[in-house]
Nanobody, 123 residues
Framework: QVQLVESGGGLVQAGGSLRLSCADS????????IAWFRQAPGKEREFVAA????????YYGDSVKGRFTVSRDNAQNTVYLQMNSLKPEDTAVYHC????????????????WGQGTQVTVSS
């Protein structure tokens, strides 16, 4: 089991950048696929990005491809989401989540979730 804690959210102007972190204190972190999802008020939860346990493969949602980069440092039990060229439509609460299933973009496959961090992009 993992216990995930997100950080790094905040307020940024359109075109700016933020880096989110997702940290775990457990010893099995590298066994899990870690994904980022986001949810804006009144909208469905949206897949953003995911990274395989060994960091060897990454997946991105169409709306962030080319702007966001997911990476991980298993020595630090941390996954990062580098967000560049931010747009107002990126405004949402961002959650990281863990799964044992590689390649899933469906939030139902993710069993452990962090509390979320707010990202607000002003125009």
């Amino acid at each position: 089991q993992v216990q995930l804690v997100e950080s790094g959210g905040g307020l940024v102007q359109a075109g700016g950048s933020l880096r989110l972190s997702c940290a775990d204190s457990g010893r099995t972190f590298s066994s899990y696929v870690i994904a980022w999802f986001r949810q804006a008020p009144g909208k469905e939860r949206e897949f953003v990005a995911a990274i395989k346990g060994d960091g060897g493969r990454t997946y991105y949602g169409d709306s962030v491809k080319g702007r966001f980069t997911v990476s991980r440092d298993n020595a630090q039990n941390t996954v990062y989401l580098q967000m560049n060229s931010l747009k107002p439509e990126d405004t949402a609460v961002y959650h990281c989540a863990a799964s044992s299933v590689e390649g899933s973009r469906n939030y139902r496959w993710y069993s452990s979730w962090g509390q979320g961090t707010q990202v607000t992009v002003s125009s």
